[in-house]
């Protein structure tokens, strides 16, 4: 097994995504890229640990490859907004890829090439793709929270703006 970590916003819209996909074992939500250790999720939300709110995604890569597994963080994201993702703002909510190898660093900067050349987006793609940190797994009801609040997970989709970029630009 392997591991992937994704930062795109709320952590709870990107669990989904990619447990459901075949050769996914686990989808964690947690916290990296900061400075503090074992933050909480107040401490993420207050700006000063430096974290991240991200998915930590172990994954059969027999089964699927690294590069879809980024092919299909993309599709979940605007890559072109810097200051955090839909209706969520500020630096916990930024997006980012964390590379954990020299291979997946190679292969999430081709992927990230190709989304640039590909004049998808008018503006620029600016999801940094930084060397991987440790990793904090979120508090409990934080995991899984599309299956623990489905009627919450589906109506924040919505209302964050999330479900109808996704819609618009990536359908």
Known sequence: MEKAIFAGGCFWCMVKPFDTFPGVQKVISGYTG???????????CSGTTGH??????????????YKSIVELFWHQIDPTDADGQFCDRGDSYKTAIFYTTESQKEAAEESKRELAESGRFQKEIVTPILPAKTFYPAEDYHQDFYKKNKEHYESYQISSGRAGFIKENWR
């Open 52 to 65: 991240v709110e991200a998915v930590e995604i172990t994954y059969d890569p027999s089964v699927i490859t």
């Open 34 to 44: 900061g400075h503090k250790e074992n933050p909480t999720y107040e401490e993420v």
